[in-house]
Each structure stands twice: as structure tokens, then as C-alpha cells.
């Protein structure tokens, strides 16, 4: 904001310059940046005409910022066959402690930060359904380092999930092989026992799925992908409640890959070949 507006009194910004502005950025960075600018700007002179500081929130006079929406692309269960199967082949990756990771987040649709976070005393094995808790995320603050936020990323996001089977035996596995403490008694500490980044973990995989070929998948396509299994298998509700969403809306447009049903024209489309 300070090249284009920061040394513009409030009371000398107009609508207009407000939209070069945003013109600007949309060019520069993309629309969703735009967007992102509009509405932080919104809220600033929001704040400033309640202190009289302006005559208005006069951003909201701004024509709005439009962002194409990209269609959800999530992995099938064959490619995540596929790529379960690379990722053990693979001994570097195995090395990185790739496989497990992708394997929490493919059983649960949590965000990485919230797998990351995932402490022992989240996990309950014994129970007749198993299931972990997801009550925090890996953060970094300035100063302090990596740490564990005590939520997540919203209200809705603190919630108890039943684990696949897949996911009990690596938790299993992992229960017995982890004989030295970690720090915050995570599930999946660092090689050095410390919290792991998520920004190191996004390097690593990347590594990985190149070489499987999968170039476009990220840490978000799993938690696509299991939105869209949990919907086309029973609903959006479902989905929205596995991810933590507090609404359904957010899931639908945003989390689940669509194949759209065309209508039942044989018996007009049938004219074509008589």
C-alpha cells in the first residue's frame, strides 16, 4: 500500500484514485491481490469515518474486484494409490518422512500445519473408533521461532476426526518407533526432534512429486481430495465438517471437484444416427 497510497492524507484519497490503485495491483500481482487490497482498504476508512477522520468508506463506491474462480482439481483414488506407492519407493522421501505426513493429511483433510501441530495427547488409539483431535497449527513468530497456536485457523476448525485404518497403523508404527521425546510431543517432529516447518515440509514434497510426475499436486489437493470423497460419498455437510468449515458453501465452491451430469438426450441425440 505505501508506493501507491502511503502518502496520501486520508481526506485526498478519492474513489478514483482508490481504483487506479487497485488497477495497478490487479495488473502487477493479480486479481486476488486487488481483492485482498480492496478489502483491507474497506476496513481502514471503515475505521476512519467512524472517527470522523473521513466523510465515508468511500472504497466501497470502488467497482468490485472480480476473480475468475479455477475449477477444483483433486486426485482420484487411483492417482492416490499411485502415489502412496511412489512416495514408500522413493528412499529419499522415506528419509524426509514424506509418506507418513501425506498419509495424515490424505486420512483426515487437515490443513499441514495442523498435521504438524498433531500431539501425542490428540491421538487416541484405544478407543473402540479411533480417532485424533485436531485443537492447534504450527506457526512462526517473530522472535520465538516455531511454535504451536492453541486453535486453528478458525472455531470450526477444533474438531475430533475418525481415523481410517491406513492411518491407526502408521500412528501405530510411529507410536512404537518414537522412543525419544520431541518437542510439544508432536507425531511428527523434525529430523532433530524440534517442530517441523511447514515451509520445509512444502520443499520436501516437492521434490517428491516431481518425481512422480504429479507436478500440480500440493499439501491442498489432499485436503480437495478428501472433500471430494467425503461429498460425491455422502455430502457436502460431510465434507464441510471433516475440514472444519463452518459452512458448507465455502467447501462446495472452493474444496470439491465437480463432473458435471449432462441431461438424458439419447433419445433426441438418437435422430443423429437413424
Do not use: C
Not at 474513489?15 to 488497477?23: P, T
Not at 498419509?103 to 495442523?114: K, N, Q, S, V, Y
Request: proline share 4%; net charge positive; hydrophobic share 45%.
Amino acid at each position: 500500500m505505501l508506493p501507491g497510497l502511503g502518502s496520501v492524507r486520508v481526506r485526498e484519497v478519492t474513489v478514483g484514485r482508490v481504483e487506479a490503485f487497485l488497477l495497478t495491483i490487479g495488473t502487477r500481482r493479480g486479481q486476488a491481490s486487488a481483492r485482498l487490497a480492496r478489502t483491507v482498504l474497506s476496513g481502514m476508512f471503515a475505521l476512519a469515518a467512524r472517527h470522523d477522520a473521513a466523510p465515508r468508506n468511500i472504497v466501497r463506491d470502488t467497482a468490485a474486484v472480480r476473480v475468475a474462480s479455477k475449477e477444483v482439481r483433486a486426485l482420484t483414488v487411483t492417482e492416490v494409490r499411485a502415489l502412496r506407492a511412489g512416495l514408500r519407493a522413493d528412499k529419499r522421501a522415506v528419509r524426509g518422512d514424506v509418506p507418513d505426513v501425506v498419509d495424515a493429511m490424505l486420512a483426515t483433510g487437515a490443513r499441514i500445519g495442523e498435521i504438524l501441530a498433531l500431539r501425542w495427547k490428540d491421538v487416541d488409539l484405544a478407543a473402540t473408533v479411533p480417532t485424533v483431535t485436531i485443537s492447534g497449527t504450527v506457526v512462526r513468530v517473530t522472535g520465538q521461532g516455531m511454535t504451536i497456536q492453541d486453535h486453528p485457523k478458525s472455531a470450526a476448525g477444533r474438531r475430533r476426526l475418525t481415523i481410517p485404518t491406513f492411518l491407526v497403523e502408521v500412528l501405530l508404527r510411529r507410536q512404537v518407533d518414537q522412543t525419544e521425546a520431541t518437542a510439544f510431543d508432536v507425531v511428527f517432529p523434525s529430523a532433530a526432534g524440534t517442530l517441523r516447518d511447514p515451509k520445509n515440509f512444502r520443499d520436501q514434497w516437492r521434490q517428491a512429486r516431481d518425481k512422480l510426475g504429479m507436478t500440480w499436486v500440493v499439501p491442498h489437493t489432499f485436503r480437495k481430495s478428501v472433500a471430494t470423497v467425503l461429498a460425491e460419498g455422502d455430502s457436502s455437510r460431510t465434507a464441510a465438517d471433516q475440514l472444519g468449515h463452518s459452512g458448507t458453501a465455502v467447501t462446495e465452491r472452493h474444496y470439491v471437484a465437480r463432473t458435471h451430469e449432462g441431461p438424458d438426450a439419447r433419445a433426441l441425440l438418437d435422430d443423429f444416427g437413424s
